[in-house]
């Protein structure tokens, strides 16, 4: 298996996201890079592919349209 050593990686967030993240480092009491980080590597390690993270959101939806059916009842 190969090995990989910790990188710095620069990218550009939109103000949407770094919005998000500046009020999800707040509330966390972690610095903005930090709470990047955690955030970054806590999706990788759930979703390693793109297509699962499509797959967790269609069966999240699935459950919250079935939720709502049942409650309309």
Same mark, same amino acid.
């Given at each position: 298996?190969?090995?990989? =050593? !910790? ?43 793109? =297509? ?12 919250? =349209?079935s !939720?709502?059916t =049942?409650l309309?009842?």
């Amino acid at each position: 298996m190969e090995q990989y =050593s !910790e990188v710095y990686i620069s990218f550009r967030l939109s103000s949407e996201a770094n919005k998000a993240l500046s009020e999800a480092a707040v509330r966390s009491g972690r610095k903005k890079k930090q709470e990047a980080k955690l955030r970054l590597e806590s999706h990788l390690r759930n979703f390693p592919l793109i =297509s699962d993270l499509n797959n967790y959101i269609s069966q999240v939806e699935y459950e919250l =349209s079935s !939720e709502r059916t =049942s409650l309309e009842k």
